[in-house]
């Protein structure tokens, strides 16, 4: 097994709350002839170089940086599925059944942006193509928060706005944020305060809004299925990450307890390549919502995957294991 690391360099710099970003790095597995790819994020805190010699180990240690955790979950499920020609959803399949419904639009996500004005025109130029926009607040101006949503509101009045603070607010300041961004009509509000604030932090913010409010998802908050368990009662809905679940198997999992218990279920990715993106979409029939467009943030993206058609709709590879080739 090889493994390298691999520097995505964007388009344009990506600012969200957490900070601003022109490059990425992933970490690339391969093995006869396969690779599986998972990204680092930068406010997880995991150094690649260290990840790397983690994985020069021999045997591996039991326990694995969740980024290496993840690629080897990869690589292992798209060798057995090339081998039985079968794509990674009937991973899926063989855990949660047969979908009852077609992969649900694509999103296209905007980061924060420095001048309204381009923001607006980039905002009608991509509506035009997907119907399902997700705009990332928490600039640390409220004001310009409340500004980015009008702004995307008045560009595509028809679209559904999903609105991403990841943690941008205090806990104080987000019950009245939620009640002025409910005039934009947005179809969910998510992590709009910092994670380190738990599960009674999520019940307070309930019990401070009236009952009509756009659906509160958690991102950052929603690690392992115990999270999910104990954030239940006070969020309507749950993003799930590949990388933060650390595999495949993890995300089914976590999927499968969502739907359990009622909750509305975002299908993300962080910053990635086709490779990655493709990855998780295999999962997308099994959820409400989905925001996978981190390789078109990549400028030198090298692998050619899932593909979103003139009406915005996901389009897989029709290709075994992962599906997403060299380009």
């Not at 020069?56 to 980024?67: A, D, G, I, M, V």
């Not at 008045?154 to 019950?175: F, I």
């Not at 932090?201 to 929603?222: C, G, I, Q, T």
């Not at 993106?277 to 990549?298: E, Q, R, S």
């Amino acid at each position: 097994m090889l493994a390298s690391l691999h520097t995505l360099h964007l388009n344009e710099p990506f600012r969200i709350a957490h900070g601003t970003s022109a490059t990425r790095q992933v970490l690339r597995l391969s093995d006869g002839g396969r690779t599986a790819e998972a990204p680092f994020v930068p406010y997880y805190g995991e150094v690649p170089e260290e990840t790397l010699e983690v994985l020069k180990q021999t045997p591996l240690p039991e326990s694995l940086p969740r980024t290496a955790s993840l690629a080897l979950n990869l690589l292992q499920h798209d060798l057995t599925c090339q081998s039985t020609s079968l794509p990674l959803s009937s991973l899926a399949i063989a855990a949660l059944g047969s979908p009852d419904q077609a992969a649900p639009p694509g999103c296209r996500s905007f980061s924060i942006p420095d001048d309204l004005e381009i923001f607006h025109d980039k905002v009608r130029e991509i509506g035009r193509q997907f119907r399902v926009l997700k705009l990332k607040l928490g600039s640390g101006d409220l004001g310009l928060d409340l500004a980015i949503v009008s702004v995307a509101r008045r560009a595509a009045p028809q679209a559904e706005l999903l609105l991403d603070v990841n943690g941008g607010w205090q806990p104080s300041e987000s019950p009245m944020m939620i009640q002025k961004l409910m005039d934009y009509r947005p179809a969910l509000i998510e992590q709009p305060f910092h994670h380190r604030h738990g599960p009674e932090a999520w019940k307070a913010l309930r019990s401070e809004l009236p009952e009509h409010v756009p659906p509160l998802f958690a991102d950052e908050n929603v690690q392992t299925v115990e999270d999910i368990v104990a954030l239940a009662p006070s969020v309507d809905g749950v993003n799930i990450k590949l990388l933060k679940c650390g595999s495949f198997d993890g995300a089914i999992a976590q999927i499968a307890l969502a739907r359990e218990l009622g909750l509305q279920i975002l299908l993300g990715c962080m910053i990635e390549s086709s490779l990655g993106t493709t990855a998780a979409a295999h999962l997308a029939p099994w959820v409400d919502w989905i925001d996978l467009d981190g390789h078109f943030y990549v400028a030198n993206d090298d692998f050619r995957g899932i593909e979103y058609d003139d009406q915005g709709s996901l389009v897989m590879p029709d290709r075994p294991g992962i599906g997403a080739i060299p380009r």
